[in-house]
């Protein structure tokens, strides 16, 4: 589902490559950790996958195909496949719920009667039902998130990629944000959760890729945060 | 669907920065309403000219039942044998150029008359008969003039001799003068609006960026994230547009068709065709200041 080969990321005028030559490949329905300290290339890492950044060397694949051949036009058609979740949540602030959840339906083109019925759906899948009419200001954080897992799960990607999503959240809502990350990957779908969480991490026991200085210096299937 | 999403994006855009469209479509209304005004001192000018200026330097009116001159037999036209004379002595002229004399017969004259001044109210004061017969002179050298004019002003059958750039020359300096200023300074205003809607379009990218973050984001395509911009910097011209539209149609209502049509006469004055015409192009450039700034802003800050 997702392939580096050898892949390098340096970007202009640093010496120090962000990425060094690495070598990982993630298969379909994966539930996977990316660990590591800040500035070890994670989130590299995952704006390589999605196309916000090209290798400097070595080739990205995603679903099959190769990222630096894809044409500029068909990268919106391949990010429709993949669901981002972020630490700050990025919710719009004028927009309910409901609203924020069918904003990435409407943008794609989705028809009125699709996202009518999909958005309460989703909805009830994150444990929202009953709060689409709320704004994001009136809600808690662990459910702005589940909001935000909502709007990239409702177009129903085959990748989740979850940028530090419990990074603002207290330790029993971010029990609670797993368990659904947990369940969105049952369903099938890749997950690849960058995180500095070490007790999740240490909980779940998913495989784990460990970054340091842009190398990989562990890739452990069944693994814990530090080393064992 | 979709559509009604981009109107209703664009909408909320055109909201959201009201004072800045609105200064947009001011900064437009006034560069527009400068350039079609160039545009009309032009067809101006063009209309002066007529049928004959560039092509010719002398004419020659011949006599005719109603016109008076020395060389003039009251009541009657030229002869034939009259006109035969005229054009071998032209073309016999070594400063005439070759092939450059023309005969306009009375009906042609009477259709350029038609032509120059529709809608004027002399338009219908005169008959095709009434019309004066010419011969239209091209001279190798312009300024060489003189020689022909005395080779033929005595000559039976003609009634005056004009030189067409003696007398409009210093009109066409003076409109020439205009069109230029107004040219000059409707280009600076043009580049202001071009540079205002850049800026806008720029301010609505940065004020919306959480929104269009989230649109790339969840892949909406790059013709979606930049159409409802270019809506918005395209409806803002329409208004700048349609406000220029109706300043050239009030200038040439009061000014021209009320005011200098009825007082000077005899003078081909530009109308609604030419207005027309004119506010056809304020439309062409008015987009085209639009959509190029959006377009070319668009794809630097919104990266798409």
Same mark, same amino acid.
Request: net charge positive; with cysteine.
């Given at each position: 589902?997702?392939?580096?080969?050898? %892949?390098?990321?340096?970007?202009?005028?640093?010496?120090? #490559?962000?990425?060094?030559?690495?070598?990982?490949?993630? #298969?379909?329905?994966?539930?996977?950790?990316?660990?590591?300290?800040?500035?070890?290339?994670?989130?590299?890492?995952?704006?390589?996958?999605?196309?916000?950044?090209?290798?400097?060397?070595?080739?990205?694949?995603?679903?099959?195909?190769?990222?630096?051949?894809?044409?500029?036009?068909?990268?919106?058609?391949?990010?429709?496949?993949?669901?981002?979740? $972020?630490?700050? $949540?990025?919710?719009?602030?004028?927009?309910?719920?409901?609203?924020?959840?069918?904003? #990435? *339906?409407?943008?794609?083109?989705?028809?009125?009667?699709?996202?009518?019925?999909?958005?309460?759906?989703?909805?009830?899948? %994150?444990?929202?039902?009953?709060?689409?009419?709320?704004?994001?200001?009136? *809600?808690?954080?662990?459910?702005?998130?589940?909001? #935000?897992?909502?709007?990239? $799960?409702?177009?129903?990607?085959?990748?989740?990629?979850?940028?530090?999503?419990?990074?603002?959240?207290?330790?029993?809502?971010?029990?609670?944000?797993?368990?659904? *990350?947990?369940?969105?990957?049952?369903?099938?779908?890749?997950?690849?959760?960058?995180?500095?969480?070490?007790?999740?991490?240490?909980?779940?026991?998913?495989?784990?890729?460990?970054?340091?200085?842009?190398?990989?210096?562990?890739?452990?299937?069944?693994?814990?945060?530090?080393?064992? | 669907?979709?559509?009604?999403?981009?109107?209703?994006?664009?909408?909320?855009?055109?909201?959201? @920065?009201?004072?800045?469209?609105?200064?947009?479509?001011?900064?437009?209304?006034?560069?527009?309403?400068?350039?079609?005004?160039?545009?009309?001192?032009?067809?101006?000018?063009?209309?002066?000219?007529?049928?004959? !200026?560039?092509?010719?330097?002398?004419?020659?009116?011949?006599?005719?039942?109603?016109?008076?001159?020395?060389?003039?037999?009251?009541?009657?036209?030229?002869?034939?044998?009259?006109?035969?004379?005229?054009?071998?002595?032209?073309?016999?002229?070594?400063?005439?150029?070759?092939?450059?004399?023309?005969?306009?017969?009375?009906?042609?004259?009477?259709?350029?008359?038609?032509?120059?001044?529709?809608?004027?109210?002399?338009?219908?004061?005169?008959?095709?008969?009434?019309?004066?017969?010419?011969?239209?002179?091209?001279?190798? @050298?312009?300024?060489? !003039?003189?020689?022909?004019?005395?080779?033929?002003?005595?000559?039976?059958?003609?009634?005056?001799?004009?030189?067409?750039?003696?007398?409009?020359?210093?009109?066409?300096?003076?409109?020439?003068?205009?069109?230029?200023?107004?040219?000059?300074?409707?280009?600076?205003?043009?580049?202001?609006?071009?540079?205002?809607?850049? @800026?806008?379009?720029?301010?609505?990218?940065?004020?919306?960026?959480?929104?269009?973050?989230?649109?790339?984001?969840?892949?909406?395509? @790059?013709?979606?994230?930049?159409?409802?911009?270019?809506?918005?910097?395209?409806?803002?011209?329409?208004?700048?547009?349609?406000?220029?539209?109706?300043?050239?149609?009030?200038?040439? !209502?009061?000014?021209?068709?009320?005011?200098?049509?009825?007082?000077?006469?005899?003078?081909?004055?530009?109308?609604?065709?030419?207005?027309?015409?004119?506010?056809?192009?304020?439309?062409?450039?008015?987009?085209?200041?639009?959509?190029?700034?959006?377009?070319?802003?668009?794809?630097?800050?919104?990266?798409?």
């Amino acid at each position: 589902m997702i392939r580096f080969d050898h %892949v390098t990321k340096t970007y202009d005028g640093q010496r120090r #490559a962000a990425l060094a030559d690495i070598d990982v490949e993630i #298969a379909k329905g994966e539930f996977v950790f990316l660990v590591g300290a800040s500035g070890s290339g994670k989130s590299t890492f995952l704006r390589l996958i999605l196309r916000e950044q090209r290798p400097t060397k070595g080739r990205v694949f995603v679903a099959g195909r190769e990222l630096n051949k894809l044409a500029t036009w068909k990268v919106p058609a391949m990010r429709r496949q993949i669901g981002t979740v $972020f630490q700050d $949540f990025r919710l719009l602030p004028n927009k309910t719920v409901t609203e924020n959840v069918a904003f #990435a *339906l409407q943008v794609i083109g989705k028809p009125a009667s699709t996202i009518k019925r999909v958005v309460p759906e989703v909805l009830e899948l %994150v444990g929202l039902n009953g709060k689409g009419s709320r704004l994001p200001e009136e *809600l808690s954080g662990g459910e702005q998130q589940r909001v #935000a897992i909502a709007r990239a $799960f409702v177009n129903r990607p085959m990748i989740l990629i979850a940028d530090e999503p419990t990074g603002n959240l207290d330790p029993t809502t971010s029990v609670g944000i797993m368990k659904l *990350l947990d369940r969105i990957n049952r369903a099938d779908t890749t997950v690849l959760m960058a995180t500095h969480d070490s007790t999740i991490v240490d909980q779940m026991r998913k495989r784990v890729i460990e970054l340091d200085d842009g190398l990989v210096v562990r890739d452990q299937s069944r693994g814990v945060y530090g080393y064992q | 669907m979709r559509f009604r999403h981009i109107l209703s994006e664009t909408r909320a855009g055109l909201l959201q @920065n009201l004072t800045m469209t609105l200064g947009v479509v001011m900064t437009m209304w006034v560069s527009l309403s400068l350039f079609g005004a160039g545009l009309l001192a032009n067809q101006q000018v063009d209309l002066m000219k007529g049928r004959w !200026y560039d092509k010719i330097e002398i004419s020659i009116f011949l006599c005719t039942k109603d016109t008076r001159g020395d060389q003039c037999e009251p009541g009657q036209d030229a002869t034939p044998a009259q006109k035969d004379a005229i054009r071998q002595t032209l073309e016999a002229n070594p400063e005439v150029a070759a092939g450059g004399v023309y005969f306009e017969t009375k009906e042609e004259a009477y259709a350029e008359f038609q032509r120059a001044y529709e809608g004027s109210p002399i338009q219908d004061s005169l008959t095709a008969e009434q019309m004066q017969e010419s011969f239209r002179v091209k001279l190798k @050298n312009p300024e060489q !003039y003189q020689g022909v004019v005395s080779s033929v002003v005595g000559l039976e059958g003609v009634q005056k001799v004009q030189d067409l750039h003696q007398v409009l020359d210093p009109v066409f300096s003076a409109l020439n003068l205009l069109q230029w200023a107004t040219v000059g300074a409707s280009a600076l205003l043009l580049l202001a609006s071009a540079l205002q809607i850049g @800026n806008t379009i720029r301010l609505a990218t940065f004020a919306r960026r959480r929104e269009i973050g989230i649109m790339r984001l969840v892949g909406a395509s @790059n013709f979606y994230i930049t159409v409802p911009f270019l809506l918005e910097a395209v409806i803002s011209a329409l208004g700048g547009i349609a406000l220029a539209c109706l300043t050239l149609a009030a200038g040439v !209502y009061f000014w021209i068709i009320r005011g200098t049509r009825e007082s000077i006469r005899f003078v081909a004055w530009i109308g609604w065709q030419q207005t027309g015409a004119a506010m056809l192009g304020i439309v062409v450039v008015g987009l085209i200041l639009a959509i190029i700034p959006t377009l070319i802003t668009t794809r630097r800050y919104l990266r798409v």
